[in-house]
């Protein structure tokens, strides 16, 4: 791997995984009281994700921009994640390639966003060398993979991990949903498998069964973990201070 991987003032590295929680407000009022309770938790936080999906006026641009000034007021120098999950990855939007390309330029020109996660899925059909270019204006990218309905076999998982460094990912990110404890162990193997490969790994196994998986980053070689500050935008994340307390 090659420099120190930064988002804003955090650095990235494999041993010390970082706590991201997730805006994901439906409306202003609703991240405007998220936000209250990250000024109440902000010991236990090191970066943010804005679930723009969430949001249920994300395709309106003023809106969104008035938004976003209101987040990168109340978030000082924590390092902030711009995500619009779709549908077909567990989140809220359902939304056309060209807006999805169209949602990435706009977080990028913004120049608010420390990362920009960008689903693995559908890069064949954004324009080529899109992420080379949001790199180049000074945003990192994490080119992400979620699975809802299972754990694939190990080798696979590498594979997926894998994509996401040669489509020139920052951060390379696998979510997936376990059946058994020997998913959620697969999932780790493969974490470790691909730590320290070409770029840092968040490995995730959902659900209560992958609980685990969210507290060991350490173990694993994930460098970052996600918690809630009261709702969870994802099955089997932890309220962030009890996450704090149980890693290790
Ligand atoms: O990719 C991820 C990880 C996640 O799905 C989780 O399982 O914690 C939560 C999402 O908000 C985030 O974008």
Redesign the pocket.
């Known amino acids: 791997m090659g420099e120190q991987l930064m988002l804003g003032q955090v650095s990235i590295k494999e041993g010390t995984p970082r706590r991201c929680v997730?805006l994901s407000g439906a409306t202003t009022a609703a991240i405007a009281a998220e936000l209250k309770l990250f000024k109440q938790k902000k010991a236990f936080v090191d970066v943010l994700?804005w679930?723009v999906d969430c949001f249920v006026e994300w395709s309106n641009e003023p809106l969104r921009q008035e938004v976003l000034t209101i987040i990168k007021a109340a978030i000082g120098t924590t390092p902030l994640i711009f995500?619009c999950?779709t549908r077909a990855e567990?989140g809220q939007a359902t939304l056309s390639t060209v807006t999805y390309e169209e949602l990435l330029q706009w977080a990028s020109a913004t120049g608010s966003f420390a990362a920009i996660?960008i689903e693995l899925a559908l890069l064949p059909q954004l324009a080529p060398g899109l992420c080379s270019r949001i790199r180049q204006q000074g945003t990192k990218v994490i080119v992400?993979h979620?699975n809802f309905e299972r754990t694939p076999p190990v080798q696979t998982m590498v594979n997926l991990l894998e994509a996401g460094a040669d489509a020139e990912a920052d951060i390379t990110?696998l979510?997936v949903m376990p059946h058994s404890k020997l998913d959620v162990l697969r999932l780790i193997e493969a974490s470790q498998r691909y730590a320290c490969q070409r770029v840092p790994v968040i490995t995730?196994s959902?659900g209560a069964l992958g609980q685990v998986s969210r507290l060991i980053g350490s173990f694993s070689g994930s460098v970052m973990t996600?918690g809630a500050l009261e709702a969870t935008?994802?099955p089997?994340?932890l309220e962030i201070e009890q996450l704090a307390r149980q890693m290790y």
Do not use: Y
Request: no cysteine; net charge positive; aromatic share 6%.
């Open positions: 997730s994700e679930r995500t999950r567990g996660d992400s979620h990110k979510a995730i959902m996600f935008s994802a089997g994340q």
